[in-house]
C-alpha cells in the first residue's frame, strides 16, 4: 500500500529541507494536478511537502521599481481565484486575470494554484501563455547555489511536455514580471471542445504597447511549451506606427505566428486545424487590443 510521508513545513527553509531529505519528494500547493496523479498512480512521491502552511509564499505583491514601472510578484501560493480577482491585476494585467478566469471550473481555480500551473509544465497551461506575454520569470529557490533565490525567465524554463528546468530539492516561490504601461491593452483568448472545463485546443495571449508601436504575442497548445511568436512580434515592431494599412498588417502579422508553432495531431484537433486557429485568434487578438 503507496504511505507517503507527509510534511508541513512553516518556513520556505523547512520546506526546502524536507525535499532535500527524500530522493524524489514533492511540493503540494493547491493540489488538483499532483493529487490526480497520486490518485491514478502515475507519480509516487516517496514524501509530499506541504506548502499551505508557508505564509511567504501566499502574497501578490505589486511594487514600483524603475521610474514608471511596477513589479507584480506571485507566490507559490495564489490561487487562480485570488489573481483573476485582485484588484491590481484586474486593472493593469486584464491578460492574466482572464487566462486564470479560464482554469477549470469555480472549484479548482479556489485551489489551483498560478504557479503550479506554470511548474506542471503543460503545453496548454492558461496561466504559463499569459506570463510569457507578460515576459514573466520564476524565482526558483534551493539549499545550494539557488537559496537566495535565482530568478529563471519563464521563456528558458519550460522545456517541454511535462518539462522544466527545475531540479530534485528545488521550489518555485513566486512567478514575478515587469508590469505594462498604464496605456497597454492585453487580451487572452481560449479555443477549446467546450465552453468550460475544457484544456485549450489552442489558446493565444497578446499585450499592445500603444505608445512604442510593441506587442507581444504568446501562444499555448500549439507547440512542445508555449511560445512567443518573435518573427510576428518583430514583423508588427517595425511596421505599425508606418503602416497605411493596418488591418492588412494584422493579417500578415497572424499568419506570421503561425511559424512559431509546431502542432500536432491528438484526440481534440489536427495539426491543420491548429495551425488555421492559431491565424485566426492571433488576428482576433491583435484586432481587440489595437483597433
Known sequence: MYEPTWVAPRTVGEALA???????ARPIAGGTD????????????????????????????????APGVDHVEIGALATHAAVSGHPFV???????????????????????TLCGNVTNGSPAADGAVALLALDAAVRVR?????????????ESFLLGPGETTLKPGELVTSVGFDCPSA??????????QRLALAIAIVSVAVVFEPRAGGVRI??????????????????FANEWHGARD????IAEVARRAVSSVRPIDDLRASAWYRSAIVESMTKRALEEVCT
Open 18 to 24: 524536507a525535499l532535500d531529505a527524500a530522493d524524489g
Open 34 to 65: 499532483l493529487a490526480v496523479r497520486i490518485l491514478n498512480g502515475t507519480v509516487r512521491p516517496p514524501a509530499i511537502v506541504d506548502l499551505g502552511r508557508i505564509d511567504e509564499l501566499r502574497p501578490i505583491d505589486a511594487t514600483s521599481g
Open 90 to 112: 484586474r486593472e493593469r494585467v486584464p491578460v492574466l486575470a482572464a487566462a486564470c478566469l479560464t482554469v477549470g471550473s469555480r472549484q479548482i481555480r479556489e485551489r489551483g
Open 142 to 154: 534551493s539549499r545550494g547555489s539557488r537559496s537566495a533565490g535565482m530568478e529563471i525567465p519563464l
Open 183 to 192: 496605456e497597454a491593452r492585453g487580451v487572452y483568448l481560449k479555443a477549446g
Open 218 to 235: 504568446a501562444i499555448g497548445s500549439a507547440a512542445p511549451t508555449p511560445v512567443r511568436a518573435r518573427e510576428a512580434e518583430e514583423l
Open 246 to 249: 493596418r488591418s492588412a498588417l
